[in-house]
């Protein structure tokens, strides 16, 4: 996979949206936008922006925070992701929301625009963080709000999966850089001129039903980029011997993984 951003952007863009239809199976989602949408704590009539807005695990939650009388526009680099969303906001007759096709690094909006701009799990694929960054504080109001969530480290007990998918040349590397780290986040929203910074911790033991549950996810993330390299003979051998793998951690009500996030929020603080 070439390190060129563009490609990777391409690469991203390809993938979401042909997972668009499978993705919004992932019951983890939902779960975690609603946190996301609490701790930002966005009051009624607010305009707010949902960069990667998915399937609508931040969207849906932040319209009902907004009501009537407030905004949420979601955008995705994925236009499948855009599309199917935008739909559903349809099928819901939410006239608060819209969803748009759009590159998080060079948003189309005025300056000052957005009361809060949210973020679910997807700052480590922006090629230019600094910029994105920056491009959410230009369209902030002034003391508007940011919220973000961040991935923390992985269930170690799962580490077999990339240890395969290396054995297997299944790797594909979309992420440009680890936000793991509350240091390393602090830094981040710190040098791009965010103040009054917060950062909380949320865990989650997810109990998947079956392996084809689990398969659905690690199939419908951007970890798909690399599964699709494989011939359909060997990606049959591959996920066969998954989930044999997984078969090994049943316990009596499933298959645990503990997912471990973060939650940082911080003001757009003018000198």
């Known amino acids: 996979m070439s390190s060129d951003p563009q490609n990777k952007k391409d690469t991203l863009q390809d993938v979401f949206t042909r997972s668009a239809s499978s993705y919004e199976r ?14 930002a704590q966005i009051p009624a009539g607010s ?6 807005c998915g399937r609508g695990a931040v969207l849906f939650p932040a319209a009902q925070c907004v009501g ?38 060079n948003l189309d909006f005025p300056a000052s625009f957005f009361d809060f701009v949210l973020c679910g799990f997807s700052l480590q694929f922006f090629p230019h963080l ?23 480290e992985d269930d170690s007990r799962w580490d077999w999966f990339e240890d395969l998918r290396t054995q297997y040349q299944a790797v594909a590397k979309l992420g440009s850089q680890s936000l ?23 865990e989650l033991d997810m109990v998947y039903e079956d392996e084809e549950e689990w398969w659905n ?21 591959f996920k066969a011997e998954c989930f044999a793998k997984v078969q090994s951690q049943r316990e009596a009500d499933g298959f645990h993984y503990q997912l471990s996030a973060f939650c940082t929020t911080a003001k757009n603080v003018y000198e």
């Open 26 to 39: 992932i019951r983890y989602f939902p779960i975690f936008g609603e946190w996301l949408v609490d701790t």
């Open 47 to 52: 305009k707010v922006l949902d960069v990667a």
């Open 68 to 105: 009537a009388q407030g905004k949420v526009v979601g955008i995705d680099l994925a236009l499948g992701m855009a599309d199917e969303t935008g739909l559903e906001i349809q099928k819901r007759g939410l006239m608060q929301a819209e969803t748009r096709q759009m590159d998080a690094e």
């Open 130 to 152: 600094e910029h994105a960054l920056s491009e959410f504080r230009r369209v902030l109001k002034p003391s508007g709000r940011i919220a973000v969530t961040t991935w923390a």
């Open 180 to 202: 793991d780290k509350p240091e390393a986040i602090h830094k981040w929203f710190s040098d791009a001129g965010f103040g009054d910074i917060q950062i909380s911790t949320k």
């Open 217 to 237: 996810v690690e199939w419908s993330i951007s970890g798909r980029a690399g599964l699709e390299k494989l011939s359909l003979e060997v990606l049959e051998n």
